[in-house]
């Protein structure tokens, strides 16, 4: 969905949804085909635009490079300020702010990539990082920016090297938001280290929400930090945090601290390790845990402190250990900690023990309460139902409006099929 705020000077175009009297523009597209030609036409059509966002869903990757030097030249604009995309990696952004958008002073992205691991090893990466550093030099723009704004769905090891030399450029900014989850770093970026990288650059800085995972395929042996020491190396930087980590067997570590309280609209993939909290503004989610599995009291916790989750991925394929004991509860007993998720719209078993889609489906532990797309693999689904006959999660099915199976089979379905999904 596009959204359009602007004075139109010399022109008569009109566009989709448009409500008279009303200075906010809308215009649909193919949100998870978007490419430059859609740029390129909004720039060139709407010569006075202040105002432009792209609220394309997160979980969509882009196509590589949206973006190039040339591309930059007819994204032109002198009157933009306020700018929300969607792009593929890091290098379109920067060309974004190689000074083209002369007025810009508020800058939402949201990245697949910093840059694109394949594209790192297939070539010279210390080239391609030289590249962008190039790019970070010319970048114009940053240094005008009051409002950055920076969402990178996938892990990078590259954050000292690119992300934190282009914030330092951005010394006016008055509002920073930033969603991340970095590897390989010496140590995790807590407010100390954070403080002296990037943020004792910007005087002019009052607002700082972020929501960064430090992970590492090694810790030494004094790392034994525990949350509240970690949350006290905020404070002496003024900020307030919550976070959980996680001491892996293999001597790994992953640390996510989030600032609360929390108005952000991402947060990065969750573990069993999650501390909770509230994030009103959140709609998608990723849940993944490779070690541990996610119990009801989980999933409750979730659904607290997400209350207008609308996409919620899942991968963990381990066997719940708390199954047995309730499914032999009472209905009445059971029936307080049945979960609702009142705006659930898609639901996507990634890699999942079957156990998760019988806590999603059964009827003793979820209720089902908007109509939902369903990605599930077929064995999971026919068993879970009992080759779709099964009552307790006739209910739920009854709300799902499309269903995709991640195995790709070619089935030819029975009529017990299409009575029990009446919505397909």
Do not use: W
């Amino acid at each position: 969905m596009v959204f359009f705020r602007e004075v139109f000077v010399d022109t008569n175009i009109s566009t989709p949804n448009y409500t008279s009297g009303s200075n906010v523009h809308r215009l649909y597209s193919g949100s998870n085909n978007l490419s430059i030609d859609n740029y390129v036409d909004i720039f060139a059509l709407f010569t006075n635009l202040k105002y432009l966002e792209l609220n394309v869903n997160n979980f969509y990757s882009f196509i590589p490079m949206l973006f190039s030097p040339a591309s930059s030249l007819q994204c032109f604009s002198s009157s933009i300020t306020h700018l929300r995309m969607k792009l593929n990696n890091f290098d379109d952004c920067l060309y974004l702010l190689d000074g083209r958008l002369s007025q810009l002073h508020t800058f939402i992205v949201d990245l697949d990539y910093i840059h694109e691991p394949t594209k790192l090893r297939r070539r010279n990466s210390s080239v391609l990082i030289l590249h962008t550093v190039k790019l970070i030099n010319h970048a114009k723009s940053a240094l005008k920016l009051k409002c950055f704004s920076l969402f990178v769905k996938f892990a990078t090891a590259l954050f000292n090297d690119l992300i934190a030399p282009l914030l330092r450029q951005m010394f006016k900014l008055e509002k920073l938001t930033l969603s991340l989850r970095v590897l390989n770093q010496n140590s995790f970026m807590d407010g100390i280290y954070l403080d002296d990288l990037i943020l004792s650059r910007m005087s002019y800085l009052h607002t700082f929400h972020f929501d960064i995972v430090t992970e590492s395929s090694h810790f030494p042996g004094q790392l034994t930090l525990t949350c509240d020491d970690i949350r006290r190396r905020f404070i002496v930087r003024g900020l307030h945090v919550d976070c959980s980590i996680e001491y892996r067997y293999d001597r790994a570590y992953r640390i996510h601290v989030y600032s609360i309280p929390s108005n952000m609209e991402h947060i990065q993939c969750i573990t069993n390790c999650f501390f909770g909290g509230i994030f009103p503004n959140v709609r998608s989610l990723c849940v993944r845990d490779l070690n541990y599995p996610f119990e009801h009291d989980f999933f409750i916790k979730i659904s607290h402190s997400f209350p207008l989750l609308s996409r919620l991925i899942l991968t963990n394929t381990d066997e719940q250990k708390e199954k047995s004991s309730r499914q032999l509860m009472k209905t009445e007993e059971n029936s307080s900690t049945i979960i609702e998720y009142p705006h659930l719209v898609e639901l996507v078993f990634s890699t999942v023990h079957i156990d998760y889609v019988e806590e999603f489906l059964s009827d003793l532990n979820t209720r089902l309460i908007s109509r939902i797309m369903l990605c599930v693999k077929y064995q999971h689904l026919k068993t879970v139902t009992r080759n779709f006959t099964r009552d307790a999660t006739r209910a739920n099915c009854a709300k799902i409006k499309q269903i995709i199976f991640s195995d790709k089979l070619s089935l030819v379905h029975s009529r017990d099929y299409y009575r029990y999904f009446p919505l397909l």
